[in-house]
């Protein structure tokens, strides 16, 4: 949405778009119409989509590509700019997108379109097939352009995770974005704050570096961890343990370039090695399996889409909600279940008491001065005009402790807020 306000606001107008055509709107008012041939969509193991266009007017053909920089760089051309400008965009706290062109023959395009086909209607290993296709055609792709596109924080992202914090709830943030603008989020989002050591763990691709990272990061206290996900997922491999220990140790966890299944296991493997509760909080469709591994998902919705929200238990617009959500109707949620229970537990016991009085002192009148057509049991259970104040009574004082309290006590004081905190 960004890149199209972006085109429109430099004079090319995004006119129309269907899956089959597209029109755009020139400065000067020329209409330029394409047809759309083949899309392949964004995947997260792919980190790239691409789109091949027919121009209506010259009839020329084009295979459009954009990507991350990671996923690109070995596509295109040889650039030396390429990884310097990326790195200082991240740096920026931008997420950055490499845009690429090839331009292909008529004969180009009909061997691949006859090869794809092929491909699709294979009936083993059909999606390998598919991408190895795809990937014939991804070959000394022209670098057309970098773009950077900011992420604001939404408002009072900081309050929020403060009041988080400082209820004792540990915050991990897991996403797909570059470590370096994966660390700038964190630090304007002051889930880092700008003085507290931060250890980004280097990359390993062994056993052996593994070890000694996590040695070396043993090592080091009260400070931020930063990991990439290929180095998760090899400390994951062969220190799954000791690496879920050390981690939660840390104040904050900042884990970058993850993937949706690697979002899902890790929200697993805290359920299994701490046995705590987890809450998943997510705006787009890769948060959906991390939001659906969580004990609690939260789904924010916005321009990311509908996703998020449609597979969470919950459904926000802003992050911010997520501490009414938690301090004040998560905790009444807990106060009123609980308080249900003990109404339960409580009036059957009552009401048993009572008929077992009812029973000693009553009974034995009653069968002592039945006479013909009554039965010993009618005296067996209490009369209901007895039962009914009883009952009310019960209600009203199984209440009357939590009249006056104040509900939004915890939003002010968050370190009241906590297991077992009635």
């Not at 609690?296 to 889409?305: L, V």
């Amino acid at each position: 949405v960004a890149l199209v306000q972006w085109t429109e606001s430099v004079g090319l107008t995004l006119v129309s778009r269907d899956l089959t055509s597209m029109q755009l709107k020139t400065p000067s008012g020329q209409v330029l119409s394409f047809c759309i041939l083949q899309l392949f969509p964004f995947t997260s193991e792919s980190k790239r989509m691409g789109v091949i266009v027919r121009d209506e007017s010259t009839a020329e053909i084009t295979f459009y590509m954009k990507g991350a920089d990671v996923a690109m760089s070995s596509i295109v051309q040889y650039n030396d700019w390429l990884e310097e400008e990326c790195g200082n965009m991240a740096r920026e706290g931008l997420r950055t997108l490499v845009v690429a062109k090839k331009a292909l023959t008529e004969e180009q395009y009909q061997d691949f379109e006859s090869r794809y086909t092929q491909a699709k209607l294979s009936m083993h290993d059909r999606s390998l097939k598919v991408a190895a296709v795809i990937e014939s055609l991804e070959r000394e792709m022209e670098l057309l352009c970098l773009t950077g596109v900011e992420d604001q924080l939404q408002t009072d992202v900081r309050p929020t995770l403060e009041m988080l914090r400082n209820a004792g709830i540990k915050i991990w943030m897991l996403t797909g974005d570059k470590l370096e603008t994966a660390t700038c989020i964190a630090k304007s989002s002051h889930l880092v704050s700008r003085t507290q050591d931060i250890h980004i763990f280097r990359q390993v691709t062994s056993r052996g570096e593994a070890h000694l990272e996590l040695n070396a990061f043993r090592r080091k206290h009260d400070c931020a961890l930063v990991i990439s996900g290929d180095s998760l997922e090899v400390c994951l491999k062969y220190y799954e343990h000791e690496f879920v220990e050390l981690a939660c140790q840390c104040p904050a966890v900042v884990c970058c370039r993850c993937s949706p299944t690697q979002k899902a296991r890790i929200v697993t493997l805290l359920q299994q090695h701490t046995g705590r509760r987890t809450c998943a909080v997510g705006d787009g469709g890769n948060d959906v399996s991390m939001i659906q591994a969580a004990d609690c998902g939260i789904g924010i919705e916005g321009k990311e889409g509908k996703q998020a929200s449609l597979a969470a238990d919950f459904s926000i617009t802003q992050f911010r909600h997520i501490g009414r959500l938690l301090m004040v109707h998560g905790r009444n949620s807990y106060k009123r279940s609980a308080a249900l229970g003990q109404f339960v537990m409580h009036r059957g016991l009552i009401i048993s008491t009572m008929q077992v009085c009812h029973h000693i002192h009553h009974v034995p009148s009653v069968l002592l001065s039945a006479g013909p057509g009554c039965e010993a049991g009618d005296g067996d259970a209490l009369p209901g005009a007895v039962q009914g104040p009883h009952q009310g009574k019960i209600l009203v004082l199984q209440n009357l402790p939590h009249l006056g309290f104040n509900q939004y006590l915890p939003r002010g004081h968050p370190h009241v807020w906590g297991p077992g905190a009635l």
